[in-house]
T-cell receptor, first 111, second 110 residues
Framework: DVKVTQSSRYLVKRTGEKVFLECVQDMDHENMFWYRQDPGLGLRLIYFSYDVKMKEKGDIPEGYSVSREKKERFSLILESASTNQTSMYLC??????????FGQGTRLTVV | KQEVTQIPAALSVPEGENLVLNCSFTDSAIYNLQWFRQDPGKGLTSLLL?????REQTSGRLNASLDKSSGRSTLYIAASQPGDSATYLCAASGNTPLVFGKGTRLSVIA
């Protein structure tokens, strides 16, 4: 069974903290994505990666960075967490332009 | 820039009814169209993927169609059940990563 695993279901962090969200896939997919989901705004693309050590900005990259040191792992980094980054974060992966598989989501609250 | 719209935003139906969820997209140059289900507080579960060369895909009680020329896709759910209650999202894949609609929240009443 294909799997995308996000390291945490729920996180509570303080304003100004550096936050790491981890995502691992076991399908040998080359493409990985980070979205955030907010009520009324839907899913918005933060960053994506088409290969190891490659990264591309999505629609809302400000305040975020990413790391892809290994093919199976894609990390989202909040350099200095702010309350407006409280959201549901979703990781996905694909092989080429094929079917997208999502992780279970991380509900991040910044206080 | 691709834009994806889903209508209606919410839908409530009695159990057993057949229903159709709508998805429209502005750029017809897509590679595929994917439908997802999302339960409250959870991630997205892939339901059906329609390649641009296909007209429809079926899985059990679900049937999804794609009309690229008109920029529309529909998800048909037959004989709805309370367990079908969830938010359904469509997403279009083209020269950019998946672009999502905001979803249709479905409630099936027993």
């Amino acid at each position: 069974d294909v799997k995308v695993t996000q390291s945490s279901r729920y996180l509570v962090k303080r304003t100004g903290e550096k936050v790491f969200l981890e995502c691992v896939q076991d399908m040998d997919h080359e493409n990985m994505f980070w979205y955030r989901q907010d009520p009324g705004l839907g899913l918005r693309l933060i960053y994506f990666s088409y290969d190891v050590k490659m990264k591309e900005k999505g629609d809302i990259p400000e305040g975020y960075s990413v790391s892809r040191e290994k093919k199976e792992r894609f990390s989202l980094i909040l350099e200095s967490a702010s309350t407006n980054q409280t959201s549901m974060y979703l990781c996905a992966s694909t092989r080429g332009r094929g079917e997208a598989f999502f992780g279970q989501g991380t509900r991040l609250t910044v206080v | 820039k691709q834009e994806v719209t889903q209508i209606p935003a919410a839908l409530s139906v009695p159990e057993g009814e057949n229903l159709v969820l709508n998805c429209s997209f502005t750029d017809s140059a897509i590679y595929n169209l994917q439908w997802f289900r999302q339960d409250p507080g959870k991630g997205l579960t892939s339901l059906l993927l329609i390649q641009s060369s296909q007209r429809e895909q079926t899985s059990g009680r679900l049937n999804a169609s794609l009309d690229k020329s008109s920029g529309r896709s529909t998800l048909y759910i037959a004989a709805s059940q309370p367990g079908d209650s969830a938010t359904y999202l469509c997403a279009a894949s083209g020269n950019t990563p998946l672009v999502f609609g905001k979803g249709t929240r479905l409630s099936v009443i027993a």
